[in-house]
C-alpha cells in the first residue's frame, strides 16, 4: 500500500470511527485530547476501532501498542511509524 | 398446518407493531428464518420462525399492532388439505374478532385509584384511555403500567418508551423480588496474563477481552449451581437446564437493553466472543432478533469501563440473579502474609431470596473465582 500522509490517515480514522461513535466527528473531538475522555468507547469499542483501522488501513494493531493510542495525533503520528515499518518505543 | 403467532420478546412486553414481512405467500419457511420485524420499546426484532412449511397466508398488515399470541400468518404444512385450512382460517377469524370486541361494558361512573392516577401521570399515560381489570372494572396501578407498556412509539420516542420499559421492569422487580447482594474480590493476574499472551499470538480479528472470561466463568458456575439460573414464574422457581446470558448493552443513545447470547456454557472463548461482539454491534443498530430477546436465564453487567468498583444491580424479572463486575486495577492483596499488587476485579451477585439462599450465592462466587484462576480451561 502506499504510504499515506497525515491529513488521509486522520480523514480514515475518523471514517473508522463513524459506525462506533457516530457522534465522533472532526468538529466534535479535538486532536490533542485524550479520545477515550471525549468520547464514550467502552473496550468492546476500542477493540471495534482497532479492527476498522487494520480492515482499512491494512496496519495490524498488537495489544502492547494500545499505550499509543490515546489522542487522535498521536494516532496518527503511530500510524505514520508503522507504515514506513519503524516500530515506536514503548509509551510511557 | 402451523399458526405463527407474535412472540414475546421479553417479560415486560404486551404488544408489537409489525413493521414488514421478509416472506410472502407461496415462500418456503425454514427452521431459524427471519419471518418479519416487530417494533417493540426496546427494539425492532428480526422474528424467527421455529418450524418449517409453505407460508399460505399473511394476515397481519405492516403497521398493525397486535397483542402477543396474535396469529400472524399461517403456514402449510405437507398433508395439509383445504378443508383443514379453510377451517383453520375461520377460527383464527373468530379469536380476532372476539379480542377486537370490548371486554367490559360502558360503567357510568369509571373507578380510578388516587395511586394509579399518580401513576398515570408520572408514566404520560391518558388515564382515560386504560381499560380497568380490577373489581367492577376500577383502574388499578398495573392497568396504567399496561397501559404504558402497550403505546407504540414513534422512532423519535424510542428513548422515551424504552426509559419507560426500564422504568416498569426495575419497579416490578423492586416491588416483587425480595434481593439479597454478596460480593468477592477475585485475584485477576493469571487470567490477564493468560488473555495477554493469547492476544499476543491472536490477529487482530481473533481477540478476546476479560469479559469474554468472566461470561465464560459465569455459565459454567451457573450450570453447577442452577439455584441462579432461570426464572420464578407463577409462585415457583423454576430452574433453566440451559444457561443463556443475558449481556447488559448500553445504548448510545441512553438506556440498556440485555439480550441473550445462548448456551454459553457449551461456547468456545473464540466463538463467544464473535456472539459478544456481533450483539453489542446489533443490538447498537437496533437490529435483534426475537430468539436473543425473549430468553436469557440469568444477566451480566460489566460497568468496570466506568470505573466504579463494585456493582449492586436489580434483577430483571422473571430472572433470579444479576451478576456484576466492576473495574479491574491492581490493588494491594495479601500473599502468604506478604502485601503486594495485584490486578483484582470485585464480582458481585444480586439475587432472588425466593429461588436461592446466601449460603448457594456464596458457593456461585467462589466458583466463578475459582474458574477465573484457571482461564486456559474456560
Known sequence: MTEMDADSLRQALFAALRPIAPEATPEEVRGDLPLRDQIDLDSMDFLHFVLALHERLGIDIPESDYPHLTTIEAIVAYLQQRQRGTVPPPAA | MIEFKLP???ADMEKGTLLEWR????EAVTKG???????????AVDVESWQEGIVHELLV???????VGTTLAVLREPGDTPEQLASARARIAAAAAAAAAPAVAATTERRVSPAARKRAQELGVDIDAVQGAGPQGAVTIADVERGAAAKTPAPADRARALRQTIAMAMARSKREIPHYYLAEEINLASALDWL???????PVTERLLVACLYLKAVALAARKHPAVNGFFLDGQFRPSAAVHLGVAISLRG???????IHDVDRLSLAGLMRGMSDLVTRARAGSLRSSEMSDPTLTVTNLGEQSVDSVFGVIYPPQVALVGFGQVRDRPIVVQGEVRPAPTVTASLSADHRASD???????LATVRELLQHPESL
Not at chain 2, 428464518?33 to 426496546?42: A, F, H, I, L, W
Open chain 2, 8 to 10: 414475546s420478546l421479553g
Open chain 2, 23 to 26: 416472506v410472502r405467500p407461496g
Open chain 2, 33 to 43: 428464518q427471519v419471518v418479519g420485524v416487530v417494533d417493540t420499546t426496546k427494539a
Open chain 2, 61 to 67: 398488515e405492516p403497521g398493525a399492532t397486535v397483542a
Open chain 2, 196 to 202: 495477554r499472551r493469547e492476544n499476543e499470538r491472536r
Open chain 2, 254 to 260: 441512553g438506556g440498556l437493553i440485555a439480550p441473550a
Open chain 2, 358 to 364: 446466601g449460603h448457594d450465592g456464596a458457593l456461585f
